[in-house]
C-alpha cells in the first residue's frame, strides 16, 4: 500500500506532515567505519547510504517535506543529501533540506534526540505543520508512513510510536511498551530487565524502533516542558515518551507489520539496527543471498540514493589457473574481477580484484584494490584501501587481530592504517 491509495483525507494529512530525520549520531560500535563520518552516512547494500532508508520511505509514503538534522563529521551526509536528494520543487514547498546544528549563546550542540528536535523549533515552527515525524537517519528498513500516519489520525492519538514485535530476550536491548486491547502504550520502559509481553502474544514485546508521529502542538507543548528540566536526558524515549504515558496523554502504538512494505505477509517485517561490525557485515551479506530477507529490486517501493555514473562490472580472465568470477555475490557498478573469485560477498563500486585470489563473505567498500594472491574472508574492508598483494586475513583469527579490529562474531575489519602497519613489520 502507498500514499496513491489511501484515503482523500490522508493525502490531505499527508501534506501537513513534516518529517526530521535525525542524523546526527556517530554510531561509535562501528568503529573506524564511523571516525570520519557520521552513523547514516555509511554505505550500505552497494549503492546506498543508510539515510537513503528514511529518506526513500518519506517520498514513497508522499511526505515532500522533510529536514535532515546533523551534526557529528557531517560534510558526506550533506553533499550526499544535497547531490542525491535535491529533486523537489521548492515553489510547491516540497524539499529535502539540511538542518545543521547551530551553537547559539544559549545551545551548544544536541543533547539528545529531543534536544536535536528542540533546537530546530523555529524551524519546525515555520512549516506549520499539523504532524511531526520523527525519524532516525541509520535503520534499514522500508515502510509506509501514511499507514502510520491514518492509524494516528483515527486512533485520535496525542503521539504515535512505531513498534517491531521481537522475542523477549531480545526486547531487552530496546525500550519496551506496554500496551493494552486497544494499543494504547500504558508503560514504556527502557531496557528493562523483564520486558512486558504483548498481551496477545506473550513470548513477544513490543520494542520501540525510535519513529513517532505528533501533533504538532504536543510536540511543541513538551519540548518547551523539557527543556530545563532537572535530571532530563532530553530524550525521546527516555523522558518524553515515558513523561506523555504517565501522564494521561494519549500514545499509541503502531505495530510494523501494518505499515512494514513486503511482498506478502508471508515475508519477515523487515527492520534492522546496524550499529555493531557484526550486524554491518550480516545485514549486507545477506542481500547475497538468493532470496534476501530485504528486497531491493521491488520497483513499487525503490530505494533512491546518489550515485556517481559508472561503467557496468567486469569479469576478465578464464584461464585454468585464474578466472575472473563471482558466485553468490552482489558487485556494483566500475568494478573490475581480473581473474580472482569472489563467494557470497558484496562489492561497492569501484573496487578492483586482482588475479590469484579469493574474497569469500566479504564486504568491501568502495574503491578498494585487492592486490594479487590475496585471501580474505569475513572482512569489512573499509572505503579506498589498498590491500597489499599476498595478504591473508579470515585463517588465523590471532594473527588478525594484531593489525585488525575482530568482533565477537569473528569479523575483521581491514582498514588504511592496519595494513600500513602490516606492510612496515614485513
Known amino acids: 500500500m502507498s500514499a496513491n491509495h489511501v484515503k482523500p483525507h490522508i493525502n490531505d494529512a499527508l501534506r501537513k506532515t513534516l518529517a526530521l530525520v535525525l542524523a546526527g549520531g556517530r554510531g561509535t560500535r ?25 529518506l526513500s520511505n518519506c517520498v514513497n509514503s508522499g511526505i515532500r517535506r522533510v529536514g535532515v538534522a546533523t551534526q557529528y563529521r557531517s560534510h558526506n551526509l550533506i553533499q550526499h543529501v544535497q547531490r542525491g536528494w535535491g529533486f523537489f520543487r521548492s515553489e510547491l514547498n516540497e524539499y529535502i533540506q539540511v538542518w545543521p546544528a547551530q551553537q547559539s549563546d544559549t545551545q551548544s550542540w544536541y543533547e539528545g534526540t529531543a534536544d536535536a528536535v528542540f533546537q530546530n523549533l523555529d524551524l519546525i515552527d515555520s512549516q506549520k505543520a499539523d504532524y511531526i515525524l520523527i525519524l532516525g537517519g541509520d535503520h534499514i528498513y522500508k515502510q ?46 527502557e531496557k528493562p530487565e523483564h520486558p512486558a509481553p504483548i498481551p496477545d502474544r506473550p513470548d513477544q514485546a513490543l520494542a520501540s524502533m525510535g519513529i513517532y508521529i505528533f501533533n504538532a502542538r504536543v510536540l511543541r507543548e513538551q519540548l518547551l516542558r523539557d527543556k530545563d528540566l532537572e535530571g532530563s536526558s532530553h530524550d525521546f524515549g527516555k523522558d518524553i515518551i515515558p513523561y506523555l504515558v504517565n501522564s494521561g496523554f494519549l500514545v499509541h502504538a503502531s505495530r510494523f507489520s501494518k505499515s512494514c512494505v513486503r511482498e506478502s505477509r508471508d515475508v519477515e517485517n523487515y527492520w534492522r539496527d546496524v550499529g555493531t561490525v557484526d550486524a554491518y557485515w550480516e545485514a549486507n551479506i545477506d542481500l547475497t543471498h538468493v532470496t534476501p530477507a530485504l528486497n531491493l529490486y521491488d520497483p513499487r517501493w525503490s530505494i533512491w540514493t546518489y550515485q556517481v555514473q559508472r561503467p557496468a562490472a567486469k569479469f576478465v580472465f578464464d584461464d585454468a589457473d585464474r578466472r575472473g568470477m563471482g558466485l553468490d555475490a552482489v ?5 573490475v574481477v581480473s581473474g580472482s573469485t569472489v563467494r557470497r560477498s558484496l562489492l561497492f563500486s569501484d573496487v578492483r580484484v586482482n588475479s ?8 568491501i567498500l568502495p574503491r578498494v584494490d585487492i592486490g594479487r594472491r590475496c585471501f580474505l574472508k569475513k572482512v569489512v574492508v573499509t572505503k579506498d584501501c589498498k590491500i597489499p598483494d599476498g595478504l591473508v586475513v579470515g585463517e588465523d583469527p590471532v594473527e588478525d587481530a594484531k593489525w585488525f579490529y575482530r568482533s565477537n562474531g569473528g569479523i575483521c575489519l581491514v582498514t588504511q592504517p592496519g595494513l600500513d602497519r602490516w606492510s612496515k613489520a614485513r
Open 356 to 363: 590469484y585470489g579469493l574474497v569469500e563473505d566479504s564486504v
Open 331 to 335: 558487485v556494483s557498478s566500475g568494478c
Open 144 to 189: 509506509d508512513y501514511s499507514i502510520m500516519l491514518e492509524e494516528h489520525i483515527e486512533c485520535n492519538a496525542d503521539v504515535s510510536v512505531a513498534c517491531v514485535e521481537t522475542g523477549l530476550e531480545a526486547a531487552k536491548e530496546f525500550g519496551v511498551v506496554g500496551v493494552d486491547g486497544a494499543d494504547r502504550i500504558i508503560t514504556f520502559t
Open 30 to 54: 562501528l568503529k573506524d567505519l564511523t571516525d570520519n563520518e557520521a552513523k547514516p552516512a555509511v554505505h550500505f547494500g552497494g549503492k546506498y547510504r543508510l539515510v537513503d532508508f528514511p
